[in-house]
Structure formats: C-alpha cells, structure tokens
C-alpha cells in the first residue's frame, strides 16, 4: 500500500471520529440527544479505545489476550488514586485530571512489560488463560486492599480500615476495599474522550505504518522467517503489549472520572468485561481501527437505545451480532465486497477518463 492511499485512509478514519463528535455535539446543543445517550457518551469513548488498543495486540501482533480489562483497572485505580491524593497541593481538577491520565498509562504500560516477559512466551490458548488469570487477580487484589494517609504518611492493609492505624484527625482513606474510591471528581467528558480517541488512534496508525509496525506484523505473519533475518522477536512483541496495556490504562482513567464511585467489581473489570472488548475487536475486523470504533460505539449504544423492546432487544441484539461476525469473517461476503468496491472503483475511473 502506497503512502498516499495509507494517509487517505488515516484521514478517514479521523474524519469519521470527528463527524460523530461534531453531530453529537450539534444534536447536544439543540436540545435533540436524550438524558440515555448523553450517559452513553464517555463510556462509547472509552470502549472505542479499548477496542482499538486490543486489537494492537490481538490484530496486529497477532496473540490473544484476555487480560485487557485488568490494564484498564489498574489505569483506572491509579488514576483516581492520584486524582484524590492531590487534591489538597493542585486545586485545579483538569490538571489532577491530566497527570492522573499519565499515571494511569505509565501504571498499565509497566505491568504490560513487566507481565509480558514470562507471558509472551505462550501461545494461542496458554496466552489467553495467562492474560485472563491475570486480569482476575489484580481485580480480586484491588477488592481486598485498603490506603488511607495521614501525618505519618501512607497505610496499607488487606484486612479492614481500622488496621489502617490512621491518625483520628489527620487520617484519609483512599481505597476502601471491595467499596473502592469514592469522592473522585467527574471531570471525564465527551470531548476530552474524543481527543483521547484521537490520541490513541494516532499512536496505534503511526506504529502500524512504521518500520516497528512492519517488523511486529512479520513476527505475526511468521515468527521464524522475522527471526531469520534479524528481528528481535521478544522487543518487539513487548514493544507492542506494553504500549497496548498502556492505552487501556488511560481509558480505565477516563472511566474513572466519569463515576463517583469506582469499585473493582466483576460488572467493571471482571473477564466479561475482556471478553466483550475482544467482542469488538473481532467484529470489527481483525487489524481494522475503524472497524473496532463502529463495532464499539454500535455494539454499547444498541442495548441502551432497545431498551423500550425489553422483550426484543436481546434478540435484536444477537441478531446484529450475527450478520457482523457474517459481513466481517463470511468469504462469500468478503469476495461480494471485493467485487462491489472494484464495480465502484472502476466507475470512478471511467468517470475521470470521460472527464
């Protein structure tokens, strides 16, 4: 593919996010999106980077992981932690806001690297179990640890608050176990989501499109002919998860200040919640970012906006499922798509001659 048809392509995609913020925010300002669909804004944001930050592993450097909303959690705790920890020296809740998003990355990014080591070395099937027991440990971890801090600085304990030992006056509690964070400021927006989008779109394009980006897609294609011809298998392939498990990590921040209390339950970071970002990925299409957006955005607004059918809407709902998975993955469907963008491009072509 040339360079001009790859930024074409970029640019489309970028179009795309930017249409959809600009209708929202039209629809928005004229009083024609419901009280549902505004709820729905962050969080269609926040799936959309998920989706897109897997499938940089699961589409581009080819290994299942099941462990993405365990990086999305960490980003998420981390993040609030630091939101609420600051809150007294940096009065200023969108720069707390943005030094929580580093945070959050740089947390879920080093425990990508630090898991990826003994965990890449699996394959296929051992890759997802690893990744998913992972997901659940830290989620069951977070459930059991109390901090809190005073004059004397940090506390941590996995019993209750009053092993704490905080002082009576001075004491705060930040985390309190299963009950999780309270009291974090609700500065996540939707367009502070679609510049993160954006963010993550432009990172996750720029690498595929890159000599790094070649390199991981060969170690997908066939690892022993990348080996043979000089490429490090293991940099690259950390390379990858790391920056994977970093995206997630900013997208558990954006969901964290969207809500005021943030739990590390089974319904938030459980393997359901891996399971259905994967959802998306596969949807839309392997390798595909916009595909991964439109699967994301359709796939969590469509329950809420079916919600009226409660007989219908599950059925419905399994039903778009099932032509997706035909349209993207059915060769009848792919070579009838080929042939329709061929019928399109060639009458583009006559029209360009006879002009």
Same mark, same amino acid.
């Given at each position: 593919?040339?360079?001009?048809?790859?930024?074409?392509?970029?640019?489309?995609?970028?179009?795309?996010?930017?249409?959809?913020?600009?209708?929202?925010?039209?629809?928005?300002?004229?009083?024609?999106?419901?009280?549902?669909?505004?709820?729905?804004?962050?969080?269609?944001?926040?799936?959309?980077?998920?989706?897109?930050?897997?499938?940089?592993?699961?589409?581009?450097?080819?290994?299942?992981?099941?462990?993405?909303?365990?990086?999305?959690?960490?980003?998420?705790?981390?993040?609030?932690?630091?939101?609420?920890?600051?809150?007294?020296?940096?009065?200023?809740?969108?720069?707390?806001?943005?030094?929580?998003?580093?945070?959050?990355?740089?947390?879920?990014?080093?425990?990508?690297?630090?898991?990826?080591?003994?965990?890449?070395?699996?394959?296929?099937?051992?890759?997802?179990?690893?990744?998913?027991?992972?997901?659940?440990?830290?989620?069951?971890?977070?459930?059991?640890?109390?901090?809190?801090?005073?004059?004397?600085?940090?506390?941590?304990?996995?019993?209750?608050?009053?092993?704490?030992?905080?002082?009576?006056?001075?004491?705060?509690?930040?985390?309190?176990?299963?009950?999780?964070?309270?009291?974090?400021?609700?500065?996540?927006?939707?367009?502070?989501?679609?510049?993160?989008?954006?963010?993550?779109?432009?990172?996750?394009?720029?690498?595929?499109?890159?000599?790094?980006?070649?390199?991981?897609?060969?170690?997908?294609?066939?690892?022993?002919?990348?080996?043979?011809?000089?490429?490090?298998?293991?940099?690259?392939?950390?390379?990858?998860?790391?920056?994977?498990?970093?995206?997630?990590?900013?997208?558990?921040?954006?969901?964290?200040?969207?809500?005021?209390?943030?739990?590390?339950?089974?319904?938030?970071?459980?393997?359901?919640?891996?399971? *259905?970002?994967?959802?998306?990925?596969? &949807?839309? +299409? @392997?390798?595909?970012? #916009?595909?991964? /957006?439109? %699967?994301? $955005? =359709? *796939?969590?607004?469509?329950?809420?906006? &079916?919600? +009226? @059918?409660?007989?219908? #809407?599950?059925? /419905?709902? %399994?039903? $778009? =499922?099932?032509?997706?998975?035909?349209?993207?993955?059915?060769?009848?469907?792919?070579?009838?798509?080929?042939?329709?963008?061929?019928?399109?491009?060639?009458?583009?072509?006559?029209?360009?001659?006879?002009?």
């Amino acid at each position: 593919m040339t360079k001009k048809k790859i930024r074409i392509q970029n640019a489309v995609t970028y179009g795309m996010v930017l249409i959809f913020w600009a209708v929202v925010e039209i629809m928005d300002r004229t009083g024609n999106l419901s009280s549902l669909l505004k709820g729905l804004l962050v969080p269609l944001c926040m799936y959309a980077i998920l989706a897109v930050s897997l499938n940089l592993t699961v589409g581009i450097l080819g290994e299942l992981s099941l462990g993405h909303a365990g990086f999305m959690c960490l980003g998420a705790f981390s993040g609030a932690f630091l939101t609420n920890c600051l809150e007294g020296a940096v009065p200023s809740v969108g720069v707390r806001f943005f030094l929580a998003l580093l945070l959050g990355a740089l947390v879920a990014g080093v425990f990508g690297l630090l898991i990826g080591i003994p965990v890449l070395r699996l394959k296929g099937d051992y890759l997802a179990i690893v990744t998913l027991a992972f997901g659940e440990i830290i989620k069951n971890l977070i459930n059991v640890l109390y901090v809190g801090y005073d004059a004397n600085g940090f506390h941590f304990s996995m019993k209750d608050t009053t092993s704490l030992g905080l002082d009576k006056e001075t004491g705060v509690i930040l985390i309190k176990g299963a009950q999780g964070i309270t009291g974090t400021p609700r500065a996540a927006t939707f367009t502070i989501g679609i510049l993160l989008l954006l963010l993550t779109l432009f990172i996750v394009l720029n690498l595929i499109n890159s000599r790094t980006g070649r390199a991981v897609m060969s170690i997908r294609d066939n690892r022993i002919a990348a080996e043979s011809v000089g490429i490090n298998v293991t940099k690259y392939k950390l390379m990858a998860f790391s920056i994977s498990a970093a995206l997630a990590g900013m997208a558990g921040v954006l969901y964290a200040h969207s809500l005021s209390t943030l739990q590390a339950s089974s319904n938030n970071f459980g393997y359901n919640k891996s399971i *259905l970002i994967l959802v998306f990925v596969v &949807l839309g +299409g @392997l390798g595909n970012m #916009r595909g991964s /957006i439109i %699967a994301a $955005v =359709l *796939l969590t607004a469509l329950p809420e906006m &079916l919600r +009226g @059918l409660n007989d219908y #809407r599950m059925l /419905i709902y %399994a039903i $778009v =499922l099932i032509v997706m998975t035909i349209f993207n993955s059915s060769p009848k469907a792919i070579e009838l798509r080929s042939v329709v963008m061929d019928k399109i491009r060639h009458k583009k072509t006559e029209k360009k001659e006879a002009a």
